[in-house]
T-cell receptor, first 111, second 116 residues
Framework: TQLLEQSPQFLSIQEGENLTVYCNSS?????LQWYRQEPGEGPVLLVT?????EVKKLKRLTFQFGDARKDSSLHITAAQPGDTGLYLC???????????FGAGTTVTVRA | DVKVTQSSRYLVKRTGEKVFLECVQD?????MFWYRQDPGLGLRLIYF???????EKGDIPEGYSVSREKKERFSLILESASTNQTSMYLC???????????????FGEGSWLTVV
């Protein structure tokens, strides 16, 4: 199983501030996904990135896949209380049905 | 939209009982997965299946079995439930086939199992 490390583990910010969550590994991934999970619910897919150096934007969320396809970041601009949740990154190796998950970053946005 | 449906959201079972958790997906996905999620331990893969009647052990298969008789349905079975199996169980599915570039899995809402 390939190891994915997320940082920070916890993040608490005021509404309107920006935040960045990191996902790092020593392994190369063919694709990387970001999910958001609210308490008591299953993870919901936010984005899949597949190309090294790729940047994807989803409204106020910006996702970047590292050039070497070993790391990724999620940046939220002007965070809102609705962004509160557990953010998970997950990576897939080549020809691998399974994903490796990071431990998650718990984000709290205070109104 | 992909829909993964887990039959029970909340269950309370007694130690030693046999427990069935059912999962159905409606997108004709080849692969299905069962995870459990515990505070501080993250998501851990129990079993997965890449085809009907096929199954492979994940990271923590002990105490669990699975059944996939139809493509759309994947069942998790706890033969004799124990208190350390109290957890949130998540079913997921994906379309990925070997040789494809990119693999995305989609989760159900989760089943909270309490074993007393």
């Amino acid at each position: 199983t390939q190891l994915l490390e997320q940082s920070p583990q916890f993040l608490s910010i005021q509404e309107g501030e920006n935040l960045t969550v990191y996902c790092n590994s020593s392994s190369v991934f063919s694709s990387l996904q970001w999910y958001r999970q609210e308490p008591g619910e299953g993870p919901v897919l936010l984005v899949t990135v597949v190309t090294g150096g790729e940047v994807k934007k989803l409204k106020r969320l910006t996702f970047q896949f590292g050039d070497a396809r070993k790391d990724s970041s999620l940046h939220i601009t002007a965070a809102q209380p609705g962004d509160t949740g557990l953010y998970l990154c997950a990576g897939a190796g080549s020809n691998d049905y399974k994903l490796s998950f990071g431990a998650g970053t718990t984000v709290t946005v205070r109104a | 939209d992909v829909k993964v449906t887990q039959s029970s959201r909340y269950l309370v079972k007694r130690t030693g009982e046999k427990v069935f958790l059912e999962c159905v997906q409606d997108m004709d996905h080849e692969n299905m997965f069962w995870y459990r999620q515990d505070p501080g331990l993250g998501l851990r893969l129990i079993y997965f299946s890449y085809d009907v009647k096929m199954k492979e052990k994940g990271d923590i298969p002990e105490g669990y079995s699975v059944s996939r008789e139809k493509k759309e349905r994947f069942s998790l079975i706890l033969e004799s439930a124990s208190t350390n199996q109290t957890s949130m169980y998540l079913c997921a599915s994906s379309l990925y086939r070997r040789g494809q570039y990119g693999n995305t899995i989609y989760f159900g809402e989760g089943s909270w199992l309490t074993v007393v």
